[in-house]
């Protein structure tokens, strides 16, 4: 198990750009055999959300739909620090943005939260229009 602490979180217009930091803390060992960790989003009265994803080891990434063209995930392995660059924000981005770490994943279940066993709290996102 890993500590996961999100930061970055604001509130901005419509149009607007944020950029989510996630900071890694945890042995070393812990740390280098995470395989997938992803960003998820909850708002208020919906489900959580699979919303990026990225391989540790390789940087391959994924991406739900909903922000597929307008987000990017990226990572920083001597940070030991995960991004989300979010761009072209909208109101329906709003919620509580939380980044997560698994250590083995089915490769169909890569956006399922059921699948990641470390949480960070979550930094709030709010679009106004």
């Known amino acids: 198990q890993v500590q996961l602490v999100e930061s970055g979180g604001d509130s901005v217009q419509a149009g607007g750009s944020l950029r989510l930091s996630c900071a890694v803390y945890?042995?070393?060992?812990?740390?280098?055999?995470?395989?997938?960790m992803a960003w998820f989003r909850q708002a208020p009265g919906k489900e959580r959300e699979g919303i990026a994803t990225?391989?540790?080891?390789?940087?391959?990434?994924f991406y739900a739909d909903s922000v597929n063209g307008r987000f990017t995930i990226s990572q920083d392995h001597a940070k030991n620090t995960l991004y989300l660059q979010m761009n072209s924000l909208k109101p329906e981005d709003t919620a509580m943005y939380y980044c997560?770490?698994?250590?083995?994943?089915?490769?169909?279940?890569?956006?399922?939260?059921?699948?990641?066993?470390?949480w960070g709290q979550g930094t709030q996102v709010t679009v106004s229009s």
């Open positions: 997560a770490a698994t250590w083995s994943i089915r490769s169909d279940k890569r956006l399922d939260a059921a699948e990641y066993k470390s």
């Open positions: 945890g042995y070393t060992y812990s740390i280098t055999s995470i395989t997938w």
């Open positions: 990225i391989y540790r080891s390789g940087g391959n990434t």
